[in-house]
């Protein structure tokens, strides 16, 4: 979205998070948007809030004539949205009012949705409440990760919001309030959330599997450790006690409710992704266990 409007745009200034530790080493890393700004060569604060006094003057200072939000993880105060003469425009990934919130592309795969997509709103002091400028549809591939469908809805928006500002500027473009009665909510993941439990149905785990990719990760406990679960399928014609490993096709598998989990690829604590088949094969133990079934409760049982 950045790129999209320095194609068209004056950028007066970026809002960015702080770098935050990543990785093993927890070094602190700039967020894409910031390295990108960078590049662009366009001014940029980094506040932890936009709350503070200085933020707000910043912003000020900056005299904006519209502010466009894309995946800011901060709720704009009102100060902030009255502000600039247009408001403050969002881009949101997922076709409003479905999946308001804090994970909309985990939250469309776990539903099992056909497609999802893109919304460019106006926002309001509501969680993604605001009238619509413009939507665009998206069909949700069967293998499609949140890191997969992330790239292609991150294009969409950007391609949307091009097309849709210079008409919102204009004027030509009447903001449309949402339907509330047709509204969900995707609450914020937690790295808890990615636990399976082997009592839910087979097709279930595997829109899991998927939704959780690359974060917070799908995975099982195995001797107390994490096992991380990177892609899987549900096959509908296995059948064994929820939580049993079993062998079929030369990997393994796991039962659930309904159906079983089929492992194509995990990543055991510690060490690197491998072939599922390989861990069957060469850990002691693993075929024949059962697995907890039990998870708790989590944001993502409701999203």
């Known amino acids: 979205s950045l790129r999209a409007l320095c194609a068209g745009h004056e950028i ?3 809002v960015t998070q702080p770098d935050r530790p990543a990785g093993r080493g927890r070094r602190l890393a700039e967020s894409a948007v910031k390295v990108t700004a960078r590049e662009l060569g366009l001014p940029i604060i980094q506040p932890e809030t936009l709350r503070a006094p200085d933020a707000l003057a910043a912003l000020r200072d900056w005299s904006p004539e519209v502010i466009v939000v894309a995946a800011f993880g901060q ?3 009102k100060e902030v949205l009255d502000l600039p003469p247009f408001g403050c425009v969002n881009v949101h990934a997922s076709l409003l ?11 469309a795969i776990l539903a099992g949705d056909a497609e999802t997509g893109v ?7 509501g969680l993604d409440t605001g009238p619509i400028l413009a939507r665009r549809a998206e069909a949700i591939h069967p293998d499609d990760t949140t890191a997969t469908l992330t790239v292609r ?6 391609e949307l919001l091009s097309e849709t500002l210079p008409a919102y500027l204009a004027r030509q473009i009447t903001p449309q309030p949402q339907d509330d009665s047709q509204a969900t909510y995707a609450k914020q993941l937690r790295k808890e959330d990615g636990q399976l439990n082997w009592s839910r149905p087979a097709d279930e785990l595997a829109r899991r599997v998927r939704a959780f990719f690359p974060w917070p ?3 099982t406990l195995w001797e107390g450790q994490p096992l991380k679960i990177l892609r899987a399928r549900a096959d509908p014609n296995l059948s064994a006690a929820p939580g049993v490993v079993f062998m079929v096709e030369g990997t393994a598998a ?3 409710a309904s159906g079983a989990l089929v492992l194509d690829e995990v990543q055991p604590a510690g060490r690197k992704p491998m072939p599922a088949a390989d861990f069957a094969r060469g850990t002691r133990h693993f075929i ?3 697995l907890a079934t039990s998870a708790p409760e989590s944001a993502s049982d409701k999203l």
């Open 288 to 290: 024949g266990v059962t």
């Open 153 to 158: 809805l991150a294009r969409l928006g950007a």
């Open 254 to 256: 796991i039962g659930t």
């Open 12 to 14: 007066v200034g970026v």
């Open 75 to 77: 709720i704009l105060r």
């Open 97 to 107: 009012p479905r999946h308001r919130g804090a994970s909309p592309i985990p939250a």
């Open 217 to 219: 990760g799908a995975f």
């Open 119 to 125: 919304t460019v709103m106006k926002m309001d002091a």
